[in-house]
């Protein structure tokens, strides 16, 4: 039986599950219950083999209007404002910075490709975790910003990280700089989403679809690409190469690769089961 959280809503169907950001807070902001549930969410999402891609969405008018300030504040403050026994204040707010980055580490880290389905607003902790995903689709109303600077935090739960990857140092370092908000379409143009839709709904259509496009696919031929570039993003070439080829060399055998090549002499669709 699936767990029940907070924070979030698990909804699966035919190979495809999709995480939908509740909140408590407005906006689906992310407070205490999000940090601690989703690593637990995605963990569960990456053992279950019925899952094979997972679309991320927020829930109402936007994706998440980020951190919950005001609801992190009973963690957070005591070790913000402390003015005792220092070292062990910086241990513990370290242990819990590094226990919040799993909610965006884990997704980078999970076998199972995420998309990100934008729209209205994605800020702060909504642009680390939609760095994290493999890529992002949104509607013409969605806005993007980094904007920790405003509000006196380094950006540290992946985006400075997983963003110059994505669209580039120069533009990743504006937004940290100026925590300032990015369109649709400029976040197309600088490579932030893979497209602009004209509606939520539209937007939300397609990327079911394409969902649907990568679970119809063998899961572990999937599985390994995102395992492969995930290796290769901080390699070399020559290092890249060997992975995968050492990779091939332990997992291409298989009946799904078998399937493909009996699908295609039949000229049917392949039916591919995982294994």
Same mark, same amino acid.
């Given at each position: 039986m699936d767990a029940t959280y907070k924070s979030l809503r698990?909804? =699966? &169907?035919?190979?495809v599950a999709e995480v939908v950001l509740l909140g408590p807070g407005r906006g689906n902001a992310m407070g205490p219950d999000f940090w601690r549930e989703m690593p637990e969410a995605i963990r569960a999402l990456d053992d279950d083999d019925s899952v094979r891609v997972v679309l991320v969405r927020g829930n109402g008018d936007h994706f998440t209007y980020g951190l919950d300030l005001m609801g992190m504040m009973e963690s957070l403050g005591p070790l913000l404002t402390g003015d005792n026994n220092l070292a062990l204040e910086r241990t513990r707010l370290l242990k819990l910075i590094g226990d919040m980055q799993q909610a965006t580490e884990g997704v980078?880290? +999970?076998? =199972?490709?995420?998309?990100?389905?934008?729209?209205?607003? +994605?800020?702060?902790?909504?642009?680390?975790?939609?760095? &994290? +995903?493999?890529?992002?689709?949104c509607s013409r109303d969605a806005k993007f910003s980094l904007r920790e600077v405003k509000v006196g935090i380094v950006a540290d739960l992946g985006a400075l990280q997983r963003l110059p990857r994505i669209i580039g140092e120069g533009h990743t370092r504006e937004l940290a700089y100026t925590g300032g908000d990015v369109d649709a379409e400029r976040a197309l143009r600088m490579g932030l989403v893979n497209e602009v839709f004209p509606s939520a709904e539209e937007m939300l259509t397609q990327a079911r679809a394409t969902a649907r496009r990568i679970a119809d696919n063998p899961p572990l031929v999937v599985q390994g690409a995102k395992q492969v570039m995930e290796f290769c993003a901080d390699k070399s070439t020559a290092d890249g190469l060997r992975y995968v080829a050492v990779w091939n060399s332990a997992f291409l055998q298989s009946h799904d690769l078998a399937e493909a090549f009996s699908a295609f002499a039949e000229r049917r669709p392949a039916r591919f089961l995982g294994r």
């Open positions: 698990i909804e =699966k &169907a035919d190979g980078a880290r +999970c076998r =199972k490709p995420f998309i990100a389905a934008v729209h209205g607003w +994605c800020i702060g902790g909504g642009m680390d975790l939609i760095a &994290a +995903c493999d890529f992002r689709y």
